[in-house]
């Protein structure tokens, strides 16, 4: 039931290790097109992935208490890592609403699936992590199968999409995933959505779970249900980075399926 007469003009905070949330980020833009956000992208520490659950959440705090600075009304952790390592660690720090992917993504999974047999993929530390496994046992009786795809991001950041090394990789880290009968695969990693179309080409008979795509869908429901959205046009977005690699308009523009349309600000997170 709608909650009558409020209202919140607050902006939307999303965060990434890098650029993956921006797949996120322009989702909710087309499901909120009134807001304002405030993106983070971690781009001077990513990747995450790769790293301790200690380092993870240290930096995940961070990204948080610096979007908690802007005021924000919520909090969208687009990066698979941190929701799969951080969240439940650091969500007592934060004094507003905190999405991840998880949740979202595995309820899509199993609601996608026709086989009961669910493949994830995700980084190194996602995959180590097991969160997926518990999430869908809890909607219940799936075989999940996972694979750690760590090269998947760098391809991804460095605009080698359609290339090759892609075409390789991909098969390199689905061939096994697929040989176990999975129907329905996680993109656990928000990098990865921007290869679903490559990944289609190789394998046309999966179905593929956009997981940052899903956790804006959750995020627009929640606020729509909450009646925490804005009642005024505002339509901003402010991007902040810790760094700025010499690709990052390439890349963000492909991230975000075309300009970004707001300053882009350099901070020093730490
Ligand atoms: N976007 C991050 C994720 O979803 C992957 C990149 C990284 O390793 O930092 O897990």
Do not use: W
Not at 241 to 247: A, E, F, G, L, R
């Amino acid at each position: 039931m709608m909650k009558a007469g409020l209202k919140d003009n607050r902006p939307i905070g999303v965060f990434d290790s890098g650029l993956g949330g921006l797949c996120a980020l322009k989702e909710l833009k087309k499901l909120l097109p009134n807001e304002h956000f405030v993106y983070f992208g971690d781009t001077g520490r990513t990747p995450y992935g790769t790293r301790s659950e200690e380092k993870i959440t240290e930096y995940a705090a961070s990204d948080v208490r610096f979007l908690q600075e802007h005021n924000v009304k919520a909090i969208l952790a687009a990066c698979g890592t941190v929701s799969a390592i951080a969240l439940e660690r650091i969500k007592d720090t934060c004094s507003v609403p905190l999405f991840g992917i998880i949740d979202s993504a595995s309820r899509s999974a199993s609601a996608a699936t026709k086989n009961g047999k669910i493949g994830v993929m995700g980084t190194g530390a996602t995959v180590k992590s097991g969160v997926f496994e518990t999430k869908l046992s809890a909607l219940g009786d799936y075989e999940v199968y996972k694979t750690a795809c760590p090269l998947l991001v760098p391809i991804v950041e460095n605009n080698l999409i359609d290339t090759e090394i892609a075409y390789h990789a991909i098969k390199h880290y689905m061939s096994p995933l697929v040989s176990t009968g999975v129907d329905t695969v996680i993109l656990g990693c928000t990098h990865f959505p921007l290869l679903s179309e490559k990944i289609s080409e190789i394998y046309p008979d999966l179905t593929l779970i956009n997981s940052g795509a899903e956790a804006a869908v959750s995020l627009a429901e929640y606020l729509m249900r909450e009646n925490m959205l804005c009642d005024e046009k505002n339509g901003l977005t402010e991007y902040f980075v810790s760094d700025v690699p010499n690709n990052f308009d390439t890349c963000a523009a492909v991230f975000m399926g075309g300009a970004l349309g707001g300053e882009i600000k350099k901070i020093d997170i730490e």
